[in-house]
């Protein structure tokens, strides 16, 4: 499909007749394929990187790399243990931007299918918390499948308006804005959305990025960090968006400190108002098209976190017993927390207990912290999401090591060996990393 007339006629006389036509040209190559290491899971990473085909580092994302091509990765029992995300380039950007959240509390807006939550969910560590929320319920539960194979326990995902994440005011110490939009950046990777793009939606897209905005700022606490980002090169949705806002939210809005930027990268620097921008033009950058842009709350603008109150009682507390049996199951079960939601026990980092329980009473939350399992007379049936998890204790249940293929097997639900497993529950390894349980 040919690139919307309207969009390259813009594109030229934005950009100039050379830069535009090197834009339109980029735009119908080939896109890079990149991935993100799970810095707790990826293991031997050079062995992996050189299984995958990589060809170089993601010079911004320390955990970033290209791939030659695209493999099967599907086909990779590493990808099905979430040892790494395939993410595309420019996005992991805003791990610079988000700056120091190591143990803080960061809302992710429009979170689905995941690639950024899970990016934040490694920079704030395991006594942060990342909420992801994604306003369509198909997609959250996509983002939550993605966020317990991530399985670093410090996720809550709610699927909810913007809206009611505003009503949590001056919560959060860096709030994420990655806004739908008329999706410029993806006529390459995903050509169909060329027939999609139209001037209307662009604008269309601009009033609704607006309001988003304006409940990640309520959001936001004093001092903490905004971060927007579209995949869409237009002006409208991008600086003319930010600018609108910054104007509105006056002194309230501050800039950040620099961001260093090599030149060599290929991104293009730039202001709107009070936010530091970041364009990723494909024939200029190695990614595809990508603006991102960050900007401060002032720790003068005043207000503090909201204390909502619970309409209703979501999570229990879980009995000594149950602690017990559920304690022996985790490494770290002197930091955790346990909760009872319905009749699954999960745990949490104790720093963030409180959070998790204000959420679980004011929104609709679909996965929280660490999903552990039920207790049946007194043992745990542990849930798969425990399996994934980067708290589980290895040494709590036999492993059942598995070669490649069996992998695939035990992947496709296909029977495997019976010698592999020992009596009772088994966690089913690949490589060493987990997969799942199954029993002999
Ligand atoms: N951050 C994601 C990632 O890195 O994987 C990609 C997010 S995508 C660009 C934008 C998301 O915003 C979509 O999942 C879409 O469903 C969601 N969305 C659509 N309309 C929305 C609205 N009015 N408010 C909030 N989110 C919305």
Not at 163 to 180: T, Y
Not at 207 to 227: M, N, S, V, Y
Request: aromatic share 8%.
């Amino acid at each position: 499909m040919e690139l919307p007339v309207a969009f390259a006629g813009r594109v030229v006389r934005d950009l100039g007749p050379e830069e535009g036509a090197a834009l339109c040209a980029a735009l119908d190559g080939v896109p890079p394929v990149s991935v993100r290491l799970h810095p707790a899971k990826c293991g031997d990473a050079g062995a992996l990187l050189r299984r995958l085909g990589a060809c170089g580092r993601v010079p911004w994302c320390a955990d970033g790399h290209y791939l030659t091509e695209r493999p099967q990765f599907t086909f990779d029992p590493a990808f099905h243990a979430g040892a790494y995300y395939v993410q595309e380039a420019a996005s992991q950007f805003v791990g610079r931007l988000v700056g120091d959240v190591a143990g803080r509390r960061v809302l992710d807006l429009c979170a689905a299918p995941g690639g950024k939550t899970t990016l934040y969910a490694s920079l704030v560590g395991p006594e942060g918390l990342v909420v992801a929320n994604e306003i369509d319920r198909r997609r959250a539960s996509v983002l939550a499948d993605n966020v317990r194979k991530w399985g670093t326990g410090n996720v809550a995902v709610t699927t909810c308006e913007p809206k009611a994440l505003g009503e949590f005011e001056n919560w959060f110490d860096a709030v994420a804005v990655d806004a739908p939009c008329s999706g410029e950046g993806m006529f390459r990777k995903d050509p169909a959305s060329r027939g999609e793009w139209s001037e209307g939606n662009v604008r269309l897209c601009a009033a609704r990025q607006d309001a988003i905005l304006r409940e990640a700022w309520r959001a936001l606490k004093p001092g903490g960090r905004l971060i927007y980002s579209t995949c869409t090169f237009n002006r409208t949705e991008d600086e003319e968006v930010l600018e609108a806002f910054a104007e509105a939210a006056g002194a309230d809005a501050v800039e950040t400190a620099e961001v260093p930027v090599d030149p060599a990268w290929g991104i293009v620097c730039g202001r709107a108002g009070v936010f530091r921008t970041y364009r990723f033009f494909p024939h200029r950058a190695r990614g595809e098209g990508f603006f991102a842009a960050v900007a401060r709350k002032s720790p003068d603008a005043g207000g503090r976190p909201r204390r909502l109150r619970s309409r209703r009682e979501v999570l229990t507390a879980p009995t000594r017993d149950e602690v017990r049996e559920l304690s022996r199951w985790l490494h770290d079960a002197e930091r955790m927390r346990f909760f009872r939601a319905g009749d699954r026990f999960y745990a949490c980092a104790a720093a963030q207990e409180e959070a998790l329980h204000a959420l679980a009473g004011a929104l609709p939350v679909i996965c929280s912290g660490v999903e552990m399992g039920q207790i049946f007379k007194g043992t745990l049936k542990p849930a798969h999401a425990l399996a994934l998890s980067t708290s589980l204790d290895r040494g709590a249940v036999a492993t059942a090591e598995l070669a490649h293929d069996e992998a695939l097997d035990y992947l496709r639900r296909r029977d495997v060996a019976a010698h592999r497993f020992a009596e009772g529950m088994n966690l089913v390894c690949c490589g060493g990393r987990p997969l799942g349980w199954a029993k002999r």
